[in-house]
Nanobody, 123 residues
């Protein structure tokens, strides 16, 4: 499975961005998918995941109420809608496909990773 993340960029605080992650090489419709992020000088951290069916999502407290994860299994694509962005959201965002059907906030449960897309939020 190859994952291609896109949609990052520079945005002012309070603005919005929509990240996309397209999978190729294999369908990931039966697997949970997630987003993680890594800010400069920090470890990679969990952002959100969505289960294979799309009916269950989970978010880090820091993004709850501002970010929305969704997926389109027909397009083999997962999205992250980010609203009310803050400077502390600045990071490289990575999408990942889990090893199983259930999502996790632990990076070790994800078998495939995209290359990352940079999000910069200016104050």
């Amino acid at each position: 499975v190859q994952l291609q993340a896109s949609g990052g960029g520079l945005v002012q605080a309070g603005g919005s961005l929509r990240l996309s992650c397209a999978a190729s090489g294999r369908s990931f419709s039966n697997y949970a998918t997630g987003w993680f992020r890594q800010a400069p000088g920090k470890e990679r951290g969990f952002v959100a995941f969505i289960r294979w069916s799309g009916d269950s999502t989970y978010y880090a407290d820091s993004v709850k109420g501002r970010f929305t994860i969704s997926r389109d299994n027909a397009k083999n694509t997962v999205y992250l809608q980010m609203n009310s962005l803050k400077p502390e959201d600045t990071a490289v965002y990575y999408c990942a496909v889990a090893s199983g059907n259930y999502g996790s906030a632990w990076a070790g449960d994800y078998a495939y990773w995209g290359q990352g897309t940079l999000v910069t939020v200016s104050s």
